[in-house]
């Protein structure tokens, strides 16, 4: 059966907007999105929305719903009740370029800083050779859609603008992490990198990257808290220390 629902939108861009009232139909099994896109279509033809896949795979319609980050695909209308108003604001982290849509071009320029996966030279393409369980361990991490609700969740970046020079987030700490246990990678000191270029030491492991994947990823257990322990193993282990003097 469907229903009347309130609706609470943030408009406008980075300079200035604010919360607008809608009243719209909701009909049995939609989503979030679904709502958006009727109000597009019925009373707000200029809703500015980004979005791809409506199947919680391309990680484009990352938004806050009711102040909680989440993917507008697969957040169910049925999460609310139809009395609550449902307040959606674009990602609070990110710049707003107009209405729902953020500009995330932070997310790719530390993307950009992570050196790439780098292979032994004189392994030819096909006698690459893993253990299973080395396998499994990245295709957890792999799973990722770069949707950067983590990045825009973490408190570090989110509350403090000034620390995104220094902090990647916890979607490339990951990626550091993931290449840091690969066993073909020649590229040496992805730990020690995670501290002094990515700021890994600005995470205090709350895991609220972890609360809101999509995907489910342990991003802190799996990704973080392994890759400090690898740091503090290089850095303190006495004969590590010995070797490198
Ligand atoms: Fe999104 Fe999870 Fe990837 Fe972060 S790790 S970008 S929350 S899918
Ligand atoms: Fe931030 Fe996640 Fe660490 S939320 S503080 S990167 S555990
Ligand atoms: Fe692709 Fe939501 S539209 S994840």
Redesign the pocket.
Known sequence: MGYKARFRVWRGDDADGDLHDYTVEVNEGEVVLDVIHRLQATQAPDLAVRWNCKAGKC?SCSAEINGRPRLLCMTRMSTFTEAEIVTVTPMRTFPVIRDLVTDVSYNYQKAREVPAFRPPEDLAPGEYRMQQIDVQRSQEFR?????????NTCHVVRDHEDNKTNFSG??FL?RIAELDMHPLDTHDNRAQEAKEDHGLGFCNITKC?TE????H?K?TDNALIPLKERVADRSYDPLMRLFRK
């Open positions: 990680g799973k990722c859609i770069e949707c950067f609700l983590c990045q916890p979607r990951m990257c809101v994947c999509p995907e990823i991003i």
